[in-house]
């Protein structure tokens, strides 16, 4: 059976140090100085806490390349319910969704 190009190069162990893993995890931050605002009953505070408890995935589907939000416990608001054409969108979108309840992206894990 052939092999693709792409599945061909991600057997290389070169290739995969290159390459960022489809499951990111966002670390949100309270904005300084100010406190989370919760307006519509969705944002779970368990998000920002130093014990974690709960965490925003950005995941790629493989077979769409599509980019996808979910938290590892709960529903997820439906302005985020949404897919993305990149991980630069996804973030664009994500940054300005939270800033708007006094949170950012502090970091990212990948």
């Known amino acids: 059976m052939l092999q693709t190009s792409l599945e061909f190069l ?3 162990p070169e290739y995969k140090l290159k390459m960022k893993s489809d499951d ?3 670390i949100l931050r309270p904005m300084e100085g100010k406190s989370a605002l919760n307006v519509s ?3 779970d505070n ?10 925003l ?9 599509l980019w996808k939000l979910y938290y590892d416990q709960g ?17 664009t979108y994500v ?3 939270y800033h708007k309840r006094n949170l950012h992206v ?3 894990i990948d």
């Open 57 to 65: 995935h950005a995941v790629r589907d493989p077979n769409t390349s």
């Open 46 to 55: 368990r998000l920002f806490k130093e014990d974690g408890g709960n965490r």
């Open 106 to 108: 502090a970091n990212i």
């Open 75 to 91: 529903a997820l608001p439906p302005k985020l319910q949404i897919r993305f054409t990149s991980f630069n969108k996804l973030m």
């Open 95 to 97: 940054n300005n969704y």
């Open 10 to 12: 991600s057997d290389k």
């Open 24 to 26: 990111r995890i966002l």
């Open 41 to 43: 009953g969705l944002t």
